[in-house]
């Protein structure tokens, strides 16, 4: 039941190492290529709501006069996983705030890819394990109020500055988005893509329909079989060739 | 305009293809940024111990007399004036949850007010239906000029809310208007710094009338329980 002092709420600590500030940079130059090609960015906390609101607001609405406008919108529903599915577009931004037991925000994670969406992950305490997301700014301190200390603020500000800082160097994002996380053939070493299944197949020996970041494609699913909506799969030459787990 | 002027731009021609220098410079820059963040918020906390402290003894009296707290701010103020009454209303961690609304949250509410009787109102209305003497108002402005939160502010002093306000800069009508019981002002020109340190101070303030609520909260056995 004790509150905690500023000294034991991190202030007086070094509160952006050199990890972190590598990982804001990147984060901050894939946004800003996301958004060269006209990504909108959609924003999650869903146990810290404001922090969605405030990060769309930064971004459509900036504090620096005549910094461009992004399209940055929060999601608030109830059932987030659906909302953000139906929002986002491949080649958009998915962003959240959330810490890394947050169930909704760890499934929205893992099916960005199949959704041809970038995943930003910000948070504290305990991490999430590697590679859940494409980017994870993460704050290595465990009270469960840190969201509430400005810290968090500090670091979509951050984004947006450094964001900005890439739109003056165009020469770097003409690159296509092509940093979504893709996996990879185990059998050929070939490229395997994340793909969610739309629908149950009609019947046996039918190809499913799924989404991937190259839009909707029917694929074979006799490897994996039974398959129901919602089942990430990994997708080769036109079959599905695993599932992908939970 | 044929002048060949392109060496004074090395990157405006997009010839730039190597992506390290410029992740190293943003990740210094991030760097400076953040300490230049955390310096600034201990000298406002620093500065602002001693009004701290007084108006967090105010806030738990009035909490316990059954008092609300009502936030309010525009864009990202408004933002962090709902993480405040977020906080106070459900803090993590087995804190003494508290009653505290965001004026900004309704959108019903808010665009009914703004389109028929003007932006400025939005929270003085909301003020004149709910609050009463016993009430806090916390009001969140980076410039301290916000016609919309003087308005909320000056009716909040009128029906004898505690009043307190957020500002900037150099604190802006805020610290001049005599409307506020406590005003604390971050010394900064950057929006984003200050409401780095807004946030903060929004913190200390919770979290010391949580302390001075426990210190005066007797055995939970017989105690009122206001919600």
């Not at chain 1, 971004?59 to 953000?84: C, E, N, S, Y």
């Not at chain 1, 603020?153 to 900005?164: A, D, K, Q, R, S």
């Not at chain 1, 074979?220 to 129901?228: F, G, N, Q, R």
């Not at chain 2, 201990?42 to 003894?57: N, P, V, W, Y």
Request: net charge negative.
């Amino acid at each position: 039941m004790s509150v905690d002092s500023p000294e034991t709420i991190g202030i007086t600590a070094d509160i952006l190492d050199h990890g972190l500030a590598a990982d804001l940079s990147a984060a901050s130059l894939a946004l800003a290529r996301r958004f060269h090609h006209g990504a909108t960015m959609w924003c999650l906390a869903p146990q810290w709501e404001p922090h969605a609101h405030h990060m769309a607001v930064e971004f459509v609405h900036p504090v620096i006069v005549g910094k461009r406008a992004l399209p940055a919108v929060a999601l608030t529903a109830p059932d987030l996983l659906a909302q953000t599915r139906i929002a986002a577009r491949s080649g958009d931004i998915v962003i959240a705030v959330a810490g890394a037991a947050d169930i909704a925000v760890r499934d929205i994670m893992r099916r960005a890819p199949a959704w041809g969406a970038l995943s930003v992950w910000i948070g504290s305490g305990a991490r999430p394990e590697a590679g859940c997301a494409d980017h994870v700014l993460w704050i290595d301190d465990d009270d469960p109020l840190a969201p509430a200390t400005g810290r968090f603020v500090l670091m979509y500000h951050l984004l947006w500055e450094l964001t900005h800082v890439c739109f003056e160097h165009p020469g770097l994002l003409g690159e296509p988005p092509g940093d979504c996380g893709q996996q990879v053939c185990v059998t050929c070493s070939d490229e395997g893509r994340l793909a969610e299944v739309l629908a149950s197949p009609a019947g046996a020996f039918a190809q499913a329909r799924v989404r991937t970041a190259d839009g909707e494609e029917s694929v074979d699913v006799t490897l994996v079989s039974p398959v129901a909506a919602g089942d990430l799969l990994l997708v080769h030459a036109g079959s599905a060739i695993t599932r992908v787990g939970q | 305009m044929a002048e060949n002027t392109g060496f004074l731009y090395p990157f405006i021609d997009g010839d730039e293809r190597d992506a390290d220098t410029l992740l190293a410079d943003l990740a210094a820059s991030a760097r400076d940024k953040a300490r230049e963040s955390s310096a600034l918020q201990r000298s406002t906390l620093a500065g602002c111990a001693e009004q701290i402290a007084d108006a967090a003894a105010q806030l738990a009296q009035r909490f316990d007399r059954g008092g609300r707290l009502y936030s309010f701010g525009n864009g990202g103020s408004a933002t962090d004036a709902a993480t405040l009454a977020a906080l106070f209303a459900r803090p993590a961690g087995g804190h003494r949850p508290l009653p505290a609304m965001n004026l900004a949250a309704d959108q019903a509410v808010v665009t009914a007010l703004g389109n028929d009787v003007g932006f400025d109102l939005v929270f003085s209305r909301q003020l004149i239906a709910h609050a009463s003497g016993s009430d806090i108002a916390v009001a969140f402005s980076t410039s301290g000029n916000s016609a919309d939160l003087m308005t909320a502010l000056a009716e909040a002093s009128k029906r004898g809310l505690l009043t307190i306000g957020l500002a900037g800069y150099n604190g802006g009508e805020m610290a001049g208007s005599g409307l506020l019981d406590f005003c604390f002002v971050v010394a900064s020109q950057s929006v984003h710094r200050i409401q780095e340190s807004q946030a903060l101070v929004g913190y200390e303030l919770w979290a010391a009338t949580q302390r001075n609520l426990a210190e005066t909260t007797r055995p939970t056995i017989g105690r009122e329980v206001r919600m």
